[in-house]
């Protein structure tokens, strides 16, 4: 019997391709193709603007192909749209980084590093290169919910390799911490260092997405992403109360100064079924979510439930979405992913679609004609 992993996979599925492409490349060559493995499942991403009969046909030649080769194996095949790259200079630190997108809120409380932690995750899940950087210096917690302990180290002496889980590249202050219950007491500008370090020490390859998990409130790390780099866009967390949404608003205006484009808003925390009478309890109000995303003149991505697997899952050491990808809240991170990929889609496409041209002094945006 073949031997079942990623290489010996993307070797079975060479001879696969896209009819409606008018490229003689496969998809593996291409690199339009990811796989992944998880005990016997081979899970299949590609990249593919084709219609739905011809993806169709996709799907069954490529099952075709791996049944001749893992006859045992069960397969799962995913497509995914373009999604483009954000704007890298010559200066960015993360140059083989193609999306860069930040899990904010002004308010700390609301469970952005479970949305950041799971949307990583989702991501990932669909066989895309992801990297998760937790930049809240003063509380990390993607050591905790990933299970991951021990000491980045350098291959070179130069960069530092993150640590992995899961096929997700991980980096956190909490991973150089002595004593993990101890308090990091620093100022400003080491809080700044720090951060510089992990954006353009840490060797994060080539990724097609790096999320960032940023601290509560409007202060240094957002300033030093803005000077440093160009995000694709962020995400904003919130939960629906009154008392959340006033720091929330913050976080949204803060974006739009720095001129950092807002994917959407994740409304989290939204309701709880109740077992017993399966009814949709408002705990903390509605409309929250709504308000924010009306206010920062964007979507509102998800309305994510109360569920106690996301913090039993969580204390474990395992985003939910991958311990338990068909629950209800496992799926609602899976469509959260995929709306986060439709608005940075939207986001590079717009990037794209306009030129900036100086004309005496004045900056004009003409539209690009295809």
């Known amino acids: 019997m073949n031997k079942l992993d990623v290489d010996s996979v993307l070797s079975a599925l060479g001879p696969l391709r896209d009819p409606s492409s008018a490229s003689a490349k496969g998809l593996v060559e291409g690199g339009l193709l990811r796989a992944a493995l998880e005990a016997e499942t081979v899970r299949v991403s590609i990249e593919s603007g084709a219609s739905e009969e011809t993806r169709t046909k996709i799907e069954a030649e490529a099952r075709a192909l791996l049944a001749a080769t893992f006859p045992t194996a069960t397969v799962e095949v995913v497509f995914r749209s373009a999604t483009g790259s954000r704007e890298i200079t010559s200066e960015d630190p993360l140059p083989g980084v193609k999306n860069l997108v930040l899990v904010m809120s002004g308010k700390g409380g609301v469970g952005k590093s479970t949305v950041a932690a799971n949307l990583t995750m989702a991501l990932a899940r669909q066989g895309l290169r992801v990297g998760l950087l937790d930049a809240d210096i003063y509380g990390p917690s993607v050591p905790t919910m990933f299970g991951v302990t021990g000491r980045p180290s350098s291959l070179d002496g130069k960069l530092i390799e993150p640590l992995e889980r899961f096929g997700v590249k991980l980096m956190s202050i909490g991973f150089l911490l002595e004593d993990p219950k101890a308090a990091v007491v620093w100022r400003g500008p080491m809080l700044h260092g720090a951060l510089q370090q992990f954006l353009k020490d840490v060797n994060w390859g080539k990724l097609d997405y790096l999320i960032l998990d940023l601290p509560p409130g409007t202060g240094d790390v957002a300033l030093t992403l803005s000077q440093k780099t160009r995000a694709t866009g962020a995400v904003v967390v919130t939960t629906p109360q009154e008392v959340a949404l006033i720091d929330v608003y913050k976080s949204v205006s803060m974006c739009q100064k720095l001129h950092i484009p807002i994917l959407g808003v994740v409304e989290n925390e939204s309701h709880f079924i109740c077992d017993g009478c399966s009814k949709k309890h408002t705990l903390f109000g509605s409309g929250g979510g709504q308000k924010v995303a009306d206010f920062a003149e964007t979507s ?40 986060v990929q439709r608005e940075v889609a939207k986001k590079n496409a717009e990037r794209l679609g306009t030129l900036t041209i100086s004309r005496e002094g004045m900056p004009t945006r003409l539209p690009i004609v295809r």
């Open 300 to 339: 509102l991505l998800a309305q994510l439930p109360i569920d106690p697997q996301v913090r039993i899952w969580g204390d474990q050491g395992t985003p939910v979405v991958q311990a338990a990808p068909q629950s209800p809240i496992g799926k609602a991170f899976t469509e959260l992913a995929e709306a």
